[in-house]
């Protein structure tokens, strides 16, 4: 009779812990798909960052290279206008020689 009777709690007592074990392995779970949600989101807002600040420095990059374009273009047009300017007072000179020849 003792014996049955502890047979009995026993079987309780197991399947209490195994209750147990199963809710702490559910919050476990829980707890893990909770905690990679909110490393993904971070990951994703630590991403966006990333191509934003990537984003402004190939802006403030291209800018600065235009700028340079721009000035390097500038200066080859002067070059040129300079090198017409010496040629054209040439043939001017030429042609009037030639006028009043």
Do not use: Y
């Not at 049955?4 to 197991?14: D, F, G, M, S």
């Not at 812990?17 to 905690?35: F, P, V, W």
């Not at 700028?67 to 070059?79: F, I, M, N, Y």
Request: with cysteine; hydrophobic share 45%; aromatic share 0%.
């Amino acid at each position: 009779m003792e014996l049955i009777k502890r047979i009995k709690e026993a079987e309780t007592e197991a399947r209490k812990i195994i209750e147990e074990a199963k809710s702490e392995a559910a919050a476990l779970a829980e707890q893990g798909r909770d905690s990679r949600t909110a490393a993904l989101e971070q990951a994703a807002i630590e991403r966006k960052r990333a191509v934003e600040a990537a984003v402004s420095v190939g802006q403030s990059q291209g800018q600065a290279e235009v700028k340079g374009l721009r000035a390097e273009a500038k200066r080859q047009c002067q070059q040129l206008r300079q090198k017409a300017q010496g040629r054209m007072a040439a043939a001017v000179a030429k042609v009037m020689e030639c006028l009043k020849a």
